[in-house]
């Protein structure tokens, strides 16, 4: 019979635990030996909660808060609370607002676990987007566009792009972050911010799928029902061994989920890739939207194309 340790799920509340536990230890200077001896347990097993293969027990990381110094009881409630909760797969719920995090805040600058939290250091991204281009890929001047009509307060507007345009350099990294992104075709032909803000946008887009580690797809909308027909996606694959997470933006916010759910969205992702068409076919189609924004003649619709 496996033991509760091997029955664990590396949480996503675990891995921030870990990862904040590790980098209080090496900001004070500390090895694994040297901890590991404090609290009487083998190295191998200190490492092991750091890494969140074993969930960080309560009353270590209290003794260790003492060590490192942590004294400020915000700080303290916090990472005691993630050790209590670090078994639980529930969906997180973040609702809109200034605040970037799924869990809300206790105290000044503590440990929020927020979409980009979530997204950085992936090995790999998958989004399926069936309304607009997706966050992750936005030029600034399409993603200033969107939160011109999102964002209620003017003086969040910059930082909020720049958070976004900001996601993208994940892309460059060494290693780059790997991107599967499929789009539905009608995205291609909404002009957010105008024609030109959606023609650039598009070239942004072929420039962006040629490089190796990305692959962009089209759903044609020439196809009926589908595996994505029920909303937008984004599936985050973190280096094993961590298991993936999907967020789902919805009306009022955005969801966070974790273990089976998770992989459910995995599974419908790998459908969408089968259903759209393939790479090369899918950059030729960006590349004629772009120019036909660039040029003089219109659009033809769905709805003109039948008059």
């Not at 589908?226 to 094993?240: I, K, R, S, T, W």
């Not at 590349?287 to 033809?300: G, I, N, V």
């Amino acid at each position: 019979m496996p033991t509760k340790r091997e029955q664990f799920v590396q949480s996503v509340r675990a891995r921030r635990l870990g990862e904040r536990m590790r980098q209080l230890r090496e900001e004070r200077g500390h090895t694994l030996k040297y901890i590991a001896a404090y609290l009487g347990v083998e190295f191998s097993t200190l490492a092991r909660y750091e890494r969140a293969e074993w969930p960080f027990r309560r009353d270590y990381v209290i003794a260790l808060l003492d060590v490192y110094g942590i004294h400020d009881e915000g700080q303290r409630s916090e990472l005691v609370g993630l050790a209590q909760s670090a078994w639980r797969l529930d969906q997180w719920e973040q609702t809109t607002g200034h605040y970037d995090g799924l869990l809300p805040p206790t105290s000044e600058g503590l440990l929020p676990i927020t979409p980009s939290w979530v997204q950085a250091g992936v090995a790999r991204l998958c989004v399926y987007a069936s309304a607009l281009i997706p966050e992750v890929v936005q030029t600034r001047d399409y993603a200033e566009a969107i939160a011109r009509q999102t964002v209620q307060d003017p003086r969040e507007i910059d930082r909020v792009v720049a958070r976004l345009v900001g996601w993208q350099q994940q892309f460059d990294g060494k290693p780059p972050t790997r991107l599967s992104l499929v789009l539905e075709q009608q995205v291609l032909y909404r002009p957010v911010g105008g024609r030109a803000v959606l023609a650039q946008q598009l070239e942004f887009l072929t420039r962006l799928a040629e490089r190796p580690h990305v692959d962009i797809r089209v759903l044609s909308d020439q196809v009926g029902l589908h595996a994505g027909l029920d909303g937008a996606f984004m599936v985050c694959e973190p280096p094993a061994p961590y298991p993936p997470v999907a967020l789902v933006t919805h009306l009022t916010g955005r969801l966070l989920v974790e273990a089976d759910r998770a992989n459910g969205y995995v599974e419908i992702f790998a459908k969408l890739t089968e259903t759209a068409l393939e790479p090369l076919r899918s950059v030729e189609l960006i590349h004629q939207a772009a120019e036909t924004l660039t040029s003089d003649r219109p659009k033809a619709t769905a709805g003109n194309q039948a008059a």
